[in-house]
């Protein structure tokens, strides 16, 4: 496939997510409170999030191998790339083993149930399903490392569609129990953890059936190139962690500073501002695989190309975003509140600038995290939100929920000025030409085939 259509492909794979998520919280909310009510529900939450956090013990190197084998594979070297694979693979196996060893051990040898204050489900209900989520966790950490190859050789699009496929066959494995026999906690996290495994393991062979020459095993992993991949990895683990900052922190901050009506009213004008961010993020990791490739074979005038159209293409769509919010978003915002909180507009139309601002730098961030060189990136954007917690806390007593608001707006500009300069400069263009393409509509339509 070119450039264009694979492209195309992956675009709409990856923006059938948001729409799957959105689907998926439209049925299983009214479906679970009519099974088992706010309270069962409520525990279930509970029980469903702990687990999560394992998700976590890739520590970032599912990613970084993608790229890694992206660019081996572009500069035709795919004894490397299966090296990074199969690298990668026994250490998240290895991890998640471990992982999963103490999680157990923790459930089992802890009072557990009293901890999270679990009522309506017994002790013995309670460690099971938590033991259930956890193999749901970790199985989907290989999932993610299936990803990597999916990536590595023009297959994104294909693999999008297999996780998304997979995620429709476990809620509804979830979700039809649930409404035809009233199943108990148990049963629901066991089909989400059997279905989870069976589809992995399908998601196996069809990358072994459209990519041969990937296969597990570990006769080709090697110490030195877990070595190579780790400061990458780690520094991977700086995005995650920053966008806690910025969300939960701020959200901690307005409600230390201004009150929890602060925190009601502000969070859902920040969710409202943020409405274009599914489609830009489907948009960069699109093309995410495909700078790799380009940065792998050294192909610098196609890298430029897909930077400069994907940064255009997310500041037009996040301007007539933000353009139709400012119009809209106040009504929007009293429905969906149900006129319980009132909207601060100036904040609020601050809030949208944010979303301009952060648009472009988080686009243009996918240069540097394709090549594997985003440490100073992750440093810069860990810093930054960092420092608009301190900006904002300084603001937040003279101008409220303002503050807040221009202290993520400032943080964003300066992220815009550090990012697209460097991706410029990894990509040997030049600054100015890259902010005039920005307004250069002759060339949006234009990507050159490979």
């Known amino acids: 496939m070119s450039v264009r259509t694979r492209l195309m492909t992956g675009v709409s794979a990856t923006a059938l997510g948001p729409f799957i998520t959105a689907l998926v919280q439209l049925i299983s909310v009214p479906a679970f409170l009519r099974a088992w009510g706010p309270h069962l529900y409520g525990e279930w939450l509970i029980l469903s999030a702990v687990p999560t956090y394992l998700s976590m013990t890739d520590m970032g190197f599912g990613s970084v191998a993608g790229n890694d084998m992206a660019m081996r594979v572009a500069s035709s070297d795919r004894d490397g790339a299966l090296e990074t694979f199969q690298s990668t693979w026994l250490l998240v196996t290895v991890l998640s083993a471990a992982a999963g ?31 259930l989520l956890s193999i749901y966790s970790l199985v989907s950490l290989q999932s993610s490392t299936l990803m990597s190859a999916f990536r590595s050789d023009g297959q994104y699009a294909l693999g999008v569609a297999g ?33 989870r495994t069976v589809a992995t393991g399908a998601l196996y062979l069809v990358l072994r059936r459209k990519l041969p020459w990937i296969r597990l095993g570990v006769a080709r992993a090697s110490r030195e190139r877990i070595k190579e991949l780790t400061r990458p990895a780690i520094a991977f683990m700086a995005f995650p962690a920053g966008n806690a900052l910025s969300i939960q922190g701020m959200t901690l901050l307005i409600g230390l ?18 409405f274009a961010y599914q489609i830009i993020d489907s948009i960069k990791n699109a093309v995410w695989p495909e700078l790799s490739a380009a940065y792998g074979s050294q192909n610098w005038p196609l890298a430029r190309k897909l930077h400069r159209t994907c940064c255009q293409v997310a500041f037009w769509l996040s301007l007539s975003a933000v353009i139709g919010l400012a ?19 100036p904040c609020f139309y601050v809030l949208l600038v944010v979303v301009i601002a952060s648009s472009l730098w988080n686009t243009s961030s996918a240069v540097s995290i394709a090549a594997n060189l ?3 990136l992750a440093v810069q954007y860990l810093a930054g939100t960092s420092a608009s917690l301190v900006l904002a806390a300084v603001l937040m007593p003279h101008l409220q929920m303002l503050g807040a608001a221009l202290a993520l707006l400032a943080v964003d500009v300066w992220m815009d000025c550090f990012v697209i300069r460097g991706s410029n400069s990894l990509l040997r263009d030049d600054n100015t030409d890259f902010l005039w393409s920005m307004f250069s509509f002759s060339k949006l339509r234009v990507l050159v085939a490979r």
């Open 327 to 345: 119009v809209a978003g106040p009504a929007i915002f009293r429905i969906w509140t149900h006129h319980r909180v009132v909207m601060d507009a």
């Open 257 to 274: 500073a201004l009150g929890p009506v602060a925190v009601a009213t502000f969070n859902p004008m920040r969710t409202l501002s943020r």
């Open 374 to 376: 985003h440490e100073r």
């Open 163 to 195: 996780v998304n496929a997979m995620r429709i066959l476990e809620n509804a494995a979830m979700l039809l129990p649930l409404l035809l026999l009233r199943a108990r906690p148990i049963h629901v996290a066991m089909a989400a953890a059997s279905v």
């Open 101 to 131: 060893a103490i999680a157990c051990g923790i459930i089992y040898t802890t009072p557990v149930q009293e901890w999270l204050r679990i009522t309506s489900v017994d002790s013995f209900e309670t460690r099971l399903v938590l033991v």
